[in-house]
């Protein structure tokens, strides 16, 4: 498996490059509920939905702005063999169609995770699904690293929903669930579905929305 291997100046340049891209596609990011409170003695295992290829660059851009913990996130290898930039940036890979590779890069993050400075990012959903999806997909990744894990972590699922209203350029929503300590997880390993499964729905309620939010019919 390739592990990741962070650069300062990579992080320089890609907060340039990325601030400018989200700037000419979107009109605005907005957090529906609240920012979540972040233990600076715990390690944090973040849970994001997997619905475009902007996934990435919006987990980045929304994480940086709540926590300085070391930022690292699963990427399928085939992907980061090909943008190899993004191991500078804290990615490391996964094959999935390797199951001796899987547990590689399963141990790994629990590894991470065994340092309160780190954060990663994990797509329980494995692949892309559409945004609405109502049956989601979850696989057991998750599940192995709080099971196997001996060091106690938060985990915080995060949905994201890009909306297009009356504006020339849509809105990017995202919403923080709540956040779970990995110790109950390991003793009802399915509040982490739940959890993630409940924050995501409730932020395609458009009772949840904010009032200047007009969907574009």
Same mark, same amino acid.
């Given at each position: 498996m390739i592990k990741a291997d962070h650069k300062i100046w990579a992080n320089t340049i890609f907060n340039i490059y990325l601030n400018r891209l989200l700037k000419k596609y979107f009109n605005e990011f907005i957090i529906i509920g609240e920012t979540p409170i972040i233990d600076s003695n715990k390690s944090l295992m973040i849970l994001p939905n997997h619905f475009s290829w902007w996934d990435g660059f919006f987990? +980045?851009?929304?994480i940086k702005n709540?926590? #300085?913990?070391s930022f690292h996130i699963m990427m399928l290898e085939t992907q $980061?063999? @090909? +943008?190899?930039?993004?191991?500078? $940036?804290? !990615?490391y890979s996964i094959n999935q169609n390797n199951p001796k590779s899987v547990i590689?890069? $399963? %141990?790994y993050t629990i590894e991470l995770l065994n340092d309160k400075s780190n954060l990663t990012v994990i797509y329980p959903q494995g692949e892309i699904q559409p945004q609405e999806e109502k049956n989601i997909?979850? %696989?057991k990744g998750v599940n192995f690293i709080c099971e196997k894990s001996k060091s #106690?972590?938060?985990? $915080?699922?995060? !949905?994201? @929903?890009?909306? +297009?209203?009356n504006k020339k350029l849509p809105y990017v929503l995202y919403k923080f669930g709540e956040m779970i300590s990995s110790s109950i997880a390991k003793k009802n390993i399915n509040i982490i579905k739940s959890n993630f499964e409940s924050n995501l729905f409730s932020l395609f309620d458009n009772n949840n929305l904010p009032k200047n939010i007009l969907i574009a019919e």
């Open positions: 987990i +980045y851009k929304v709540f926590t #300085d913990k $980061l063999k @090909r +943008y190899w930039f993004f191991q500078k $940036l804290g !990615a590689e890069s $399963l %141990n997909i979850f %696989n #106690d972590f938060q985990i $915080l699922p995060v !949905a994201f @929903r890009i909306i +297009y209203t």
